[in-house]
């Protein structure tokens, strides 16, 4: 009878799980580090809600020579046939 030593000539099927330790330890340190930075209140500036007086009275009325964007006309080449 002889002694079954040392590992099998076919492939290996273990999985290595070292780097997979390594890098949850990793992330566990940056969301430690992270947590108690996150917890500081940031000055937010939040718009104020119109007044009604605001929301009764329509926009002003604009021209399309004052407006910065400008719209190219439809070429007949353009426009899919159906």
Known sequence: MGMDVGA???PRSDINITPLVDIVLVL???FMVLTPLMEKELA???PEEPTPEELATPPPPTSR???SRWMRPASSTSTPRR
């Open 44 to 46: 937010v500036r939040v």
């Open 65 to 67: 020579s004052t407006s």
């Open 8 to 10: 099998k000539k076919g």
């Open 28 to 30: 566990l340190i940056i």
